[in-house]
């Protein structure tokens, strides 16, 4: 099974500055995914991270507020930008393997807990 | 209503009680996640069923396709398994793929 690394594990920081987190695998996943954890929620998808393209962004979010990387098949990264305290959450990233419904292996970095003062 | 629906909210048991999860959904294609999430965030995937159930260690999970119902049952529990339990349901809307979540269900084992 694959491990995801994730980093950093927390951070606090100012409004209007931005953080960027990473996330490494150790072996090649199909798929990476973003999600968001607000409290008490459930997880919400940010985006899917396309491997040398741009993100697949869900409703509600949108590239200049959540820039993401994909450069290759086991590293990816999510920047919140120009922060304020509504973006105070758990991120999370997802990676794949396998089809949707067939064998498929879920993999996730350990979180990112993020409070913005 | 929730597209996905767990029950109970929270549930706190002694150890070795025997512990069920409930999962509802009114979405998705025939495929229900089980993960579990620790304090600090970290999310473990339990498993993957399509059909009828599967088994590792305590913990055993069955699902009813017909019916969009699924069951994660823990045996002789444990502090341990004490930790946060979440559902999920793939889904392909507009050929995307993507899970929808539950809002978990957020166990405590008391010794």
């Known amino acids: 099974s694959a491990v995801i690394s994730q980093k950093p594990s927390r951070d606090i920081c100012q409004r209007g500055t931005s953080l960027t987190i990473q996330c490494q695998v150790d072996s090649q996943v199909t798929m990476m995914f973003w999600y968001r954890q607000q409290p008490g929620q459930s997880l919400t998808l940010i985006a899917t991270a396309n491997q040398g393209s741009e993100a697949t962004y869900e409703s509600g979010f949108v590239i200049d507020k959540f820039p993401i990387s994909r450069p290759n098949l086991t590293f990816s990264t999510l920047t919140v930008s120009n922060m304020s305290p509504e973006d105070s959450s758990i991120y999370l990233c997802s990676g794949r393997t396998g089809g949707i419904t067939t064998n498929e292996k879920l993999f996730f970095g350990s979180g990112t807990q993020l409070s913005v003062l | 209503k929730n597209e996905v629906e767990q029950s109970p909210q929270n549930l706190t048991a002694q150890e070795g009680e025997f512990i069920t999860i409930n999962c509802s959904y009114s979405v998705g294609i025939s495929a229900l996640h089980w993960l579990q999430q620790h304090p600090g965030g970290g999310i473990v995937s339990l498993f993957m069923l399509s059909s009828g159930k599967k088994k590792h260690g305590r913990l055993i999970a069955t699902i009813n396709i017909q019916e969009k119902h699924s069951s994660l049952h823990i045996t002789a529990s444990h502090p341990r398994d004490s930790a946060v339990y979440i559902c999920?349901?793939?889904?392909?809307?507009?050929?995307?793929?993507?899970?929808?979540f539950g809002k978990g269900t957020k166990l405590t084992v008391n010794p």
């Open positions: 999920a349901v793939p889904v392909i809307p507009g050929g995307s793929e993507k899970l929808v």
